[in-house]
């Protein structure tokens, strides 16, 4: 009877330390066709996620639509509630993006001439936008300049992304009811950022308290350093990565340079890779660009995965397919790194 008890004892120990062991993780994917437009409509079972090249287990799959044209298809009449439990706020209505200029205060002509036509574009950029789309508005150029908090005001968006074309350094902007990133930005620290990628380390711990996912619209012209064995990311990239995929904000590269090609082009396409977005140019179709962001950020899905057991603590990779849509795009961070 004692070893019986015994034998009893160590089952439930063994149970218990399983469900301890067992993590889950949460990720963002944005799935979309040749054209551009999302697939909705697919399964856990649909998905093919990897961590460190081990099969993981996709626990759910749920289709979250991002806009109103998609919530009326999806028949959801209210916000969706995030599944973030940890914070003390809601998750805000609509989608919450952020234009990040990179503005070259070199003041090269291909670059500036490209930032110019962003401008010139702006109804372009702007007029898709939901009521309930938040934008908030950086520069970036010898350091980070807050430009907007976050607003649904078209004329307010677009008087600002004029503004980023400028050196100057901005007055704070208006005051916003929550979500709003005023209260959670040093202004000594954006002043000390001395590089992109410190800058979206900044803008990115400021979103992290949000809850939700987010989209840095980043107009650049590039990141990283051309080296005689190629372009190599600054050493602040990584901490940026870190910060951009905890704050659940995917970066959709823009890049306006006015050139078929450039090296610093990998940069911009690397950033977009590693958190979910796209890379995208507008030399020479500007409307592709667009027109292409605003399909994608049409809704996203949540995906609910185990974590399988790969005996190592620290940063993970991570892979996402959807075998059963041959031509289809995923979009989805490429790293997790595990909680303390």
Known sequence: MTALLLLLAISAHAQLQEQITVERILIDARVTDDHGNPIT????????????????????????????????????DSAIADVNTTLDQPAPHGRLLIF???????????????????????DEWVDWLD?????????????????????????????????????????????????ALAKRLNPDEMRKAA????????????????????SIILFGWGLGRLTPSGVRMEAKYLPARQALVSARASVFSID?????????????????GDTGGFYAKTYHFPKIAVE?????????????????????????????DVPSQRRATVLARSTFIDRD
């Open 131 to 179: 009521s309930e789309d938040r934008v908030a508005v950086f520069s970036f150029d010898s350091h980070l300049k807050f430009r907007l908090d976050f607003t649904n005001n078209k004329d307010h968006i677009k008087d600002a992304m004029e503004q980023a074309m400028l050196t100057n350094e901005p007055p704070p902007p208006r005051t916003v009811p929550m979500p």
């Open 41 to 76: 409509g697919l399964k856990a079972d649909d998905f093919q996620v990897r961590i460190d090249g081990k099969p993981a287990r996709v626990e759910s799959a749920e289709w979250i639509p991002e806009t109103a044209a998609a919530r009326e298809l999806a028949s959801i």
């Open 292 to 320: 292409r962001l605003q399909k994608t950020l049409a809704g996203h899905y949540e995906l609910e995965v185990r974590k399988p057991d790969t005996k190592m603590r620290g940063t993970h990779n991570i892979e996402v």
């Open 195 to 214: 590089s992109p990628e410190a800058a979206l380390i900044i803008v990115a711990n400021a979103l992290r308290p949000i809850p939700g996912p987010k």
């Open 256 to 272: 306006f340079t006015q050139a078929d090609s450039h090296s610093l082009e990998v940069g911009l396409g690397q950033v977009a």
């Open 100 to 122: 990040f200029y990179q503005t070259d205060f070199a003041r090269n002509s291909a670059r500036i001439a490209g930032q110019m036509q962003t401008v010139v574009n702006a």
